[in-house]
């Protein structure tokens, strides 16, 4: 499948700022069932890019501006992503560190008492790992509600299950702090999904697991799916905090965000 993508993302600073520093994770991986065509990323300011690479593996795009006031930037990435459906099965990646480091808590997905019982219960009866993500997946997908409205919903995975509803990235943060408790190490992905649906295209998180015989595998407790060729993984973390498109700081005393992203598959546009 070839996806088509570009999204803008529009700063508004109040007061202008004088002094900008960011870093974009905006570039798509390469592997076995995900090629990157054309892509670019572009600023409507005069700031050079330099690009590197994290912890992670993630391609890191860096500017910094200082000088003249900002009232307003876009960060605009564009590009063409060709796709095949692997059964959400990576591979050909290159992989910075090894799995174990994904057992380790972070803050957004740490497990209490209650989710560690739900992992339990999730993962009773399973004959091996890959089932026991299989059945965590399902789990969580029937204990929690989708409500995208939740702009400024539940941080951590304790909120959101304590509410048993959330945004994407709340069932994704869910679903690893489960898997680490079992010892299954599980990271965070960012990316985007195309969708006849408007409402399911755009950007979407979800979940990588590590089963012992197939590798990562990538598992989106929203859709309680594998992720298959509509998926394109672009930024990995251990949870959404270091696995956020963009990280920055600016000397003004107001960032207002705007987000227009335009996913075209097979020539049939959809909007998010």
Known sequence: MRIRISHDITHRYAPPARMLIQNLRLTPFSFDSQYALGWRIDLDINAGLRQGEDAHGNVVSTFSHHGAPV????????????????AGVVRGAIERLPPEMYLRESPLAQANGAL????????????????????????????????????????????????????????AHVFIACARFLGLPAR??????????????????????????????????????????????????????????VRSAHGSGEDKVETAVRVEQAGVQTQA
């Open 71 to 86: 009232e307003r930037l876009t960060v605009s990435a564009r590009g063409e992503v060709e796709t095949s459906d692997a």
């Open 116 to 171: 560690k019982e739900f992992a339990l219960d999730a993962a009773r009866g399973a004959a091996d790992p890959l089932d026991c993500l299989h059945r965590l997946m399902s789990a969580v997908h029937g204990a929690m509600a989708f409500d995208p409205s939740e702009a400024d919903g539940p941080d951590s995975a304790i909120e959101a299950f304590a509410l048993r509803r959330g945004r994407a990235r709340d069932f």
């Open 188 to 245: 965070f992905v960012g990316g985007y999904r195309a969708d006849p649906s408007e409402d399911k295209a755009g950007t979407l998180a979800w979940a990588e697991a590590h089963a012992p015989t197939l590798g990562w595998v990538a598992f989106d407790p929203t859709e309680c799916i594998c992720a298959d060729a509509a998926y394109v993984r672009v930024v990995l973390g251990f949870d959404a905090q270091d696995g956020a498109f």
